[in-house]
């Protein structure tokens, strides 16, 4: 069984920063993909970084390109998604994925339960 739980979500005001963490537990993550994405109310959820486990592929989406960073932290199983200069735009549920091959290459296998950012202008 795969768990994914994300944390460090809130209330920031436009131009403040935030850094969203991912803990997983239940498997070697040596070899998973693994990634953040969002959904705003009324949106479609939408892909917003990824990762390899050790670092070496990484992606971003236009969204968070130059304002988010994704990294991990191995002896953590830790997955980190640090926000600057956010946004209002930026409001929406934050959610980690895991996935064995790509988790932009069709539905993750893993979804964490999500963590709320609201960024106020």
């Known amino acids: 069984q795969v768990q994914l739980v994300e944390s460090g979500g809130g209330l920031v005001q436009a131009g403040g920063s935030l850094r969203l963490s991912c803990s997983a537990s239940?498997?070697?993550?040596?070899?998973?993909?693994m990634g953040w994405f969002r959904q705003a109310p009324g949106k479609e959820r939408e892909f917003v970084a990824a990762?390899?486990?050790?670092?070496?592929?990484?992606f971003y989406a236009d969204v968070g390109k130059g304002r988010f960073t994704i990294s991990t932290d191995n002896a953590k199983n830790t997955v980190y998604l640090q926000m600057d200069s956010l946004k209002p735009e930026d409001t929406a549920v934050y959610y980690c994925?895991?996935?064995?091959?790509?988790?932009?290459?069709?539905?993750?296998?893993?979804w964490g339960q999500g963590t709320q950012v609201t960024v106020s202008s």
């Open positions: 990762i390899s486990w050790h670092g070496g592929r990484i």
């Open positions: 239940g498997r070697t993550f040596s070899r998973y993909d």
């Open positions: 994925a895991a996935d064995e091959t790509s988790v932009i290459g069709g539905p993750p296998d893993y």
